[in-house]
């Protein structure tokens, strides 16, 4: 009788902590665009944006060890095709049906190279982890993963979420190749706790004074240097300091995650279904006029906003959910691929 492997209880923490901060930004996002109304909001949603999808896309790296390892290429590949780009297709669509439906004008087919809203992650996470096999291979990874994202300041691709792939992919680099007892040692760091609030407070007070000047374009790593009308030179500092301060909140973020199984943790299970899942969600509630609302002017109304961003997370993470949406979030479609042993050739005799 084979056993269940057992579930790593922190990576599940960070995990559902993690999809908890991608919601509430996307909650928050149409009203941290108005600083000067939504000031503390702004911030909190600036201090978010610096950091949470390096985390996502670090955890991601980290999981992606075993895909990269794995000698059955054939099997691999198949992993890669039902996790990421299947799931691609069918939200891209979905998305591209949703907006259609609700925003009226031209009908827009949905563009296979142009992501749509959240969608881009899915295509971006397709070729991070196709290209997992190199960066186990080359001897500097993260280094050279860096130069690439650098180099793309120079650049303004428009296909393929380039930009993003580019600036995003030292995160999942060093997810890749970061070592299991390097977080060992981090949990094991006793003041580690008070160091962590500390950063996370002297961050979010930085971000307060910061966002009256500010541009949130900056956060979404998707754009060159003529498109944010700054120098490479510029370009390439603002990004560096940026790269710098996500690696630092990453790493207080992850001291202070509990280690041990929480109430909660069986929610880190769920995060697919939440982050493909809630953009529905945002998107209606904007399209239908929910964020014209008087209550969200009022520090109140914005902390029941948050909160309704969490319990999202929660509903979308739940069970229930996945069980009445498993076969749209995770297709079953073993049935398109020949089994193992016919996918192998055969030497002629």
């Not at 059955?72 to 907006?99: D, E, H, M, N």
């Amino acid at each position: 009788m084979t056993l269940p492997v057992e579930r790593d209880a922190f990576f599940d923490n960070v995990k559902f902590l993690a999809i908890v901060l991608v919601v509430c930004g996307h909650v928050w996002g149409p009203l941290a665009d108005d600083p000067e109304r939504f000031r503390v909001l702004s911030s909190a949603y600036t201090l978010v944006y610096l950091f949470h999808m390096p985390l996502f896309i670090a955890v991601c790296g980290y999981f992606t060890r075993s895909y990269a390892r794995d000698p059955a290429g054939p099997k691999r590949l198949r992993r890669l095709l039902l996790t990421t780009l299947v799931p691609y297709l069918i939200f891209g669509s979905l998305y591209t049906l949703f907006r259609n439906l609700t925003r009226g004008g031209d009908w827009t087919p949905m563009n296979l190279v142009e992501p749509y809203y959240l969608t881009w992650f899915l295509l971006a996470l397709f070729l991070w982890r196709l290209t997992s096999p190199f960066w186990l291979l080359v001897r500097w990874p993260v280094t050279i993963s860096v130069l690439a994202s650098l180099a793309i300041g120079a650049a303004e691709p428009r296909d393929l979420a380039v930009a993003q792939f580019l600036q995003f992919l030292p995160f999942f680099v060093i997810g890749l190749t970061i070592r299991p007892e390097w977080l060992d040692r981090l949990r094991a760091v006793p003041w580690r706790r008070p160091v962590a609030v500390t950063v996370f407070a002297v961050t979010l007070a930085g971000c307060y004074l910061y966002v009256p000047v500010a541009r949130s374009e900056w956060l979404y790593r998707r754009s060159g240097h003529d498109e944010l009308d700054v120098s490479l030179a510029q370009w390439w500092l603002h990004s560096a300091v940026q790269g710098v301060a996500a690696i630092v909140l990453c790493v207080a973020f992850l001291a202070l995650v509990p280690a041990s199984r929480q109430r909660w943790t069986g929610f880190g299970e769920g995060t697919q279904f939440t982050y493909l899942l809630h953009g529905f969600v945002v998107q209606g509630a904007l399209v239908w006029g929910a964020y014209r609302w008087d209550l969200w002017k009022h520090p109140a109304g914005q902390v029941l906003l948050t909160l309704l961003g969490v319990g999202l997370s929660v509903v979308l993470a739940s069970a229930f959910v996945r069980r009445a949406t498993g076969r749209l979030v995770e297709p079953p479609l073993d049935w398109l691929f020949r089994s193992p042993e016919k996918s192998t050739p055969t030497n002629a005799s």
